[in-house]
């Protein structure tokens, strides 16, 4: 759909500014949405404007974010005093130290045009120019026509309000916003956050007073300061607003008469988050809370961030099958011809054709008689290692094993007995000392975090003369390593040696789901008993067709593992010249950075350039070893990923070195 975006500003010198008014909308409806807004501003009951400003913009889908409302709250309150305790009871229950200060900050922003951008810890004024302040533009509801023309005749504060604050807590860096609108007639205004969504406080100023004005609380990085202006200012978003949203009496309402919150009889339900929000307050304070980060374009070398153009180096997608040509055909062919679910567990209706045709290609693929799927990496892991030991068992597992492997041996009541990092001498050590039990050794093939290879043939070595099971995990080495992306029993030429190859669909193959290859004997047993395969409902044909067609692309095209084993070494040679440490042979090239802080603060400057690579923090990585972990694709290009070294190195320089 082609979409425009209109802004109008009426004014004249008597009033100055009269009327206002801004909107997304589709281009059939361009023409008699101008007229309106035109008899708008010259109909004013303001006055005549002697400056009418119509500014209309083409506006291209993949620019536009689509953010479904906040939930809407409404607080009844009877004067503005009681009003601004329900704004400074949010402020602290947000983890707000500085609650009464910001309330008090909120009357300078009274004779701004735009917003108060302050940094809600230190209560730094961040705007650029004080006076401006900051304006949250573009955006819109995303309705239908018919609500749209209604909306458009005259101003509905509250639709307008939910949008601009939808879009403004949608940054990740944005705690809250208060706001009071400067109409002396609306003397209802609000607090919005991601955590409470958009609290409506039907009393929060005096009737008639012209005075208002907005805070939007910030917490981060100078870097991410200006990434968040830009996303105010230029990101177009369009907000979802569900049937009931332009009825704010609908909305859920919580009587404030009492002056407490949320009081019901018998509980206490603020304390039950007390525990929660302590622990991310705590998490804030160690540079170790995380955010989502939305990618708004495929998964693929070169994504839009935030309405940016973005290098994506981070991606598991390595040989870049996301968002490839023949796969997503033959995906879609198949949800035409299968739909989109799969109605049930795999020992129930949920296996069709695509299940059983992707578990044979596998199988091939991996040189083994039989393979197994499950929903994801993290099921396949977590299921099967309990499932294969038992009390009494014993299990070897690497100190840098994946949490899904640690999950399954908790689960398994076996004894857990860790290894050194890939220290087959340690690991023998710890055999003999428990010599003659049934047990299982397990390692990821490519270690997730640090890139490294799991020492095969001395695993495989031990586990056949203590007659223990061998289980590797492929995640990161299917589609890698091995001359034909075959994986770590090619890299080594030691094909069909481990006991249980498990693997992932999510990365190199680009679609979803875990899988097990190996003997006929350990897939039935698995089908029998593990849990994650019994008990959950499928994955949809699609995803399993759109893995098997991958798998098929990397047996055809062998160009994306050759490109992606080419792009390794180039990349670390471009590092290690410009004196930042690598020596990967996979495409995960960690570049080790220690302190999170230093960590979070090197991946936004390279952020800010376009690169996106986000720093790897505990409970990931251990406390103190944050990093970056580059991730390569096939499809970079050398100029890319020369330019991406250089950034890298002077990122870590400015933030003052490793
Ligand atoms: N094993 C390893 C080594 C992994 O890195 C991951 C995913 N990060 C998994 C298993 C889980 O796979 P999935 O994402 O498909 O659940």
Known sequence: MNRYSIKMRASNKEEGHISGAEKIIPEEELEQYCARLLTRALRHSKGKPDFINLKIEAVREEEILHLPA???TTIATSSPEEGMEVVLDYLRRLGLERAEEILALWKQSYCMRGAMLLDADTLRRLEPDRDRGIRATYMDMETEDAERQSACGGKNHFNEALVLATKVVNHPNILAELCISDDPDYVTGYIASREFGYVRITTLKGLGSPLGGRIFLFRGTDGERDDCI????????????GDKASTPAAHSRVSHESGKLYERKGTNPVDKWKRMEEELQALREQHLYREIKVIESPQRA??????????????NSYLDLCDEAQVKAYAAKVLM??????????????TGICHTQLEDALARFKGREAAIVFNTGFAANSGVIPCLCREGDVIYSDEKNHA???DGCRQSRAETVVYRHNDMADLERKIRERQGRQGLIVSDGVFSMDGDIVNLPGLVELADAYGLLSMIDEAHATGVIGDTGRGCEEHFHMEGQVDILMGTLSKAIGAEGGYVCGSRTLTEYLKNKARSYIFSTSLSPVTMAAAKRALELIEKEPWRVERLQENI??????????GVEADSETAIIPIRIGEEEKAVKVSARLMEQGFFIPAIRYPTVKKGEAMLRAALMATHTKEELAAAAAAIAEAIDYCGGC
Request: hydrophobic share 30%; glycine share 12%; aromatic share 8%.
């Open 569 to 578: 070494s180039h990349f670390c040679g471009q590092l290690r010249e410009h």
């Open 337 to 350: 011809e299968y739909g989109t679910g799969s109605g049930g567990s795999r020992l129930t209706t949920g």
């Open 302 to 315: 070169h994504v839009r961030y935030r309405g940016r153009d973005m290098l994506m180096l981070a991606s």
């Open 70 to 72: 906040l939930k809407v």
């Open 404 to 406: 899904s492997i640690i």
């Open 230 to 241: 830009r996303y105010l200012q230029q990101q177009k978003v369009l907000v979802h607003v």
